[in-house]
């Protein structure tokens, strides 16, 4: 059984498509994020959602949005893709979150 | 502002042998979390070992320990015993309540093991 999982694992698109990335945890977590990890590799938190209720909202641009029906789903939803937006994009889901996160296994973002 | 700094963008290791990983961090706060996380190629984000900072004893996982020195504001990981899946970028990251307790990571260590 996946942890949490992220559909699709890789997405490549046109500049100025619109696209969704899902997110879905099956362990019963309060609180789930979205990272981007950039093409050096560096890893940055974009939201937290905490029992669908938006808690972290670093500086994103205003394309990025995510949306959380039910604690147990993250989805995000990018506008008019540019570029700069490809990247790998991470879901990641804590209880506890001194304990750590639990990571999705990514979906690589290519915008072309 | 908070920073996680991993100063090493590359380390090699032969098997076997053992390797430590460095890193720093910067917070006005007393009470936080330190992790490693490690991402082989398939990418997927592993966690490692983690440490709170009211503890002093380093914490230790099989092969994988840190060195946790809170003063000097350093928290290094330690491999004994390289293996060749050992292969990969390791993350430093910090939490506490400042950060909203998002994981702020280091810029990462990318390990090499040879046989």
């Known amino acids: 059984d996946t942890a949490v999982s992220q559909t699709p694992k890789y997405l490549v698109t046109q500049m100025g498509n619109d696209k969704s990335i899902k997110c879905e945890q099956n362990?019963?977590?309060?609180?789930m994020y979205w990272y981007k990890q950039d093409s050096k590799k560096f890893l940055k938190i974009m939201f937290s959602?905490?029992?669908?209720?938006?808690?972290i909202n670093e500086t994103v641009p205003n394309r990025f949005s995510p949306k959380s029906p039910d604690k147990a789903h993250l989805n995000l939803h990018i506008n008019s893709l540019e570029l700069g937006d490809s990247a790998v994009y991470f879901c990641?889901?804590?209880?506890?979150?001194?304990?750590?996160?639990?990571f999705g296994s990514g979906t690589r973002l290519t915008v072309v | 502002a908070q920073t996680v700094t991993q100063s090493q963008p590359e380390m090699s290791v032969q098997e076997a042998e053992t390797v430590t990983l460095s890193c720093t961090y910067d917070?006005?706060?007393?009470?936080?979390?330190l992790f490693w996380y490690k991402q082989p190629p398939s990418r997927q984000m592993i966690l490692v070992i983690r440490?709170?900072?009211?503890?002093?004893q380093n914490a230790t996982e099989n092969r994988f320990s840190v060195n946790f020195q809170k003063a000097a504001k350093s928290f290094s990981l330690k491999i004994s015993d390289s293996q060749l899946g050992d292969a990969a970028m390791y993350f430093c990251?910090?939490?506490?309540?400042?950060?909203?307790?998002?994981?702020?990571f280091g810029k990462g260590t990318s390990l090499l093991v040879t046989p």
């Open positions: 990641a889901s804590s209880q506890i979150t001194y304990r750590g996160y639990t």
């Open positions: 362990l019963g977590h309060d609180t």
């Open positions: 959602y905490n029992n669908k209720e938006l808690i």
């Open positions: 917070t006005s706060e007393s009470d936080y979390y």
């Open positions: 440490q709170e900072a009211y503890k002093q």
């Open positions: 990251a910090f939490i506490n309540s400042n950060s909203g307790y998002a994981l702020n």
